[in-house]
């Protein structure tokens, strides 16, 4: 029917049989549900994060098979639970909320469908007419519809939080599960209410206040405006040099501005003596005696030593002057035997370059053409399902008795343990013949075609004494 193999049956119930398959062509897990039942016909258009992905519905007249995505990580949840309560109730939720929007019913929602890691939550089975009989996670006499998976998800919850929810969670889930369908909330307000719960329960953060225009404006103003009687202190050059300063000098005065044409800098040769002298500063009739000056260390020298003069010259214009190798090295004359020397060998060059393109064409050229003379056979995968009987057994070795020319599983080889039914997989058309072996006991050689059969049956006969 499609190209997904069944591996081991899960569940034969509720007219559904669930399988585990695998995915020949990527070699990935699926879910297999097979019925007799017709499906939605927007059930392909169904995604959601926390519903299994639907990978394919195919149906043969008779058998409909729906295939979804399967992690072997996630597994069915039970109480007590391992995972946040916060992420059970929402995960879950939006899957109910997903689903409704399709108008896709489940019928069939119990714990067992929840499937989770740590951090992720799906439920299962969602468009599959479930054939379910009336149990505590249905409402009795209620048709399927998204009010009755509401409830369904409702007594599931209760069933694995087992009274551990906050009073507000208790309240919307009870809401649920009421007899009325009418008195239930729907699919996507049950989403919404645990949103805003779940919101309006966490902490407030420095981030999420907010300040009023008004108090922001008051505040921002006595940080700023300081009044006209704010006084400026005077700031030493020195940061080595600590002031001490009376409170005279605190004013409302405020420094006066730089001059626009400041006295000129003196350069001289003459030491500076009174870097050692005693500074004093006067304001407002009021003397500040300062310590005296460290000796700083040895800084940038402002003066030049006696005798020493600046050079002078046009040395931006030198520079433009200045010719580079490469203005030397164009200017040769064009008559030149030198410039005809270089472009004999510009020549030459561009010829060994292009003898060297041409060989290594020809070369691959010729390489192709052995290729396609003598082709080899590509490898391909056949998938045979072998069934070993009677299925109770412990796991068979099935093992290689003969295989086709050129196979590189050659007789002797076991392929792999089997247990009841499972998928193995072949390199070759042709005859094969396989045997199954368990301990003492062996089976009859089974001998099969490929690519016709695809289904043996190994019979193990009970060792005699």
């Known amino acids: 029917m499609s190209r997904y193999h069944r591996k ?3 569940s034969k119930e509720a007219g559904v049989s669930t399988y585990k398959g695998l995915d020949p062509l990527t070699g990935l897990a699926v879910y297999i549900y097979e019925f007799n039942n017709k499906v939605s016909p927007y059930l392909d258009r169904l995604e ?7 990978l394919g519905v ?3 007249g008779e058998t409909t098979q729906v295939v979804t995505a399967f992690s072997k990580g996630y597994q069915s949840l039970k109480s007590p639970l391992r995972i946040d309560s916060n992420l059970l109730l929402l995960d879950s939720a939006r899957a109910l909320r997903d689903a409704a929007r399709l108008n896709i019913v489940h019928g069939d929602i119990r714990p067992e469908r929840f499937l989770a890691t740590n951090r992720h939550l799906v439920i299962e089975g969602f468009g599959i007419p479930w054939q379910a009989k009336t149990s505590n996670y249905r409402p009795n006499a209620e048709a399927p519809s998204p009010q009755a998976d509401v409830y369904a998800w409702g007594r599931s919850i209760l069933e694995l939080t087992n009274g551990t929810l906050k009073i507000d969670f208790e309240k919307l889930i009870n809401s649920c599960v009421a007899a009325q369908a009418s008195s239930r909330p729907s699919a996507k307000k049950l989403y919404n209410s645990l949103l805003e719960i779940i919101e309006s329960s966490k902490k407030p953060t420095l981030d999420s206040l907010e300040l009023s225009p008004t108090v922001a404006g008051t505040i921002e103003e006595q940080e700023t405006n300081f009044g006209e009687d704010a006084g400026y202190l ?4 020195d940061d080595d040099i600590r002031t001490k300063a009376t409170p005279e000098l605190i004013t409302s005065q405020k420094p006066k501005p730089i001059s626009n044409n400041p006295a000129p800098m003196q350069f001289g040769n003459k030491p500076r003596s009174e870097a050692y ?21 040895a800084r940038f020298v402002r003066d030049l030593p006696p005798g020493t003069t ?3 010259g046009d040395s931006f214009n030198k520079s433009k002057s200045r010719k580079s190798f490469l203005d030397e090295f164009d200017e040769i004359d064009d008559d030149s035997d030198n410039q005809k020397i270089r472009n004999r060998g510009r020549i030459f060059a561009l010829l060994v370059i292009f003898i060297a393109a041409a060989s290594l064409g020809a070369f691959a050229l010729l390489r ?3 290729l396609i003379d003598n ?6 995968h056949y998938v045979v399902d072998v069934e070993i009987l009677p299925n109770n057994l412990p796991p068979v070795d099935v093992t290689v008795i003969s295989s086709p020319i050129g196979s590189s599983l050659l007789p002797g080889t076991i392929l792999q343990r089997v247990s009841g039914k499972e998928s193995i997989a072949l390199d070759k058309e042709g005859v094969w013949e396989l045997q199954g072996r368990f301990q003492s006991s062996s089976s009859d050689i089974v001998r099969f075609t490929l690519p016709k059969d695809r289904h043996i049956i190994i019979t193990i006969k009970p060792s005699t004494p």
């Open 368 to 370: 192709q053409g052995s």
């Open 8 to 10: 081991k049956i899960i």
């Open 277 to 297: 002298n005693t500074q004093t500063t006067t304001k407002s009739n009021s003397e500040v005696t300062r310590e005296p000056r460290m000796p700083k260390k």
């Open 58 to 60: 195919y149906n043969d």
């Open 48 to 54: 959601s994060e926390n519903i299994s992905g639907i």
């Open 310 to 312: 600046y050079k002078k």
């Open 375 to 380: 082709p080899t056979a590509a490898v391909q």
């Open 234 to 237: 005077p700031i030493s050059r």
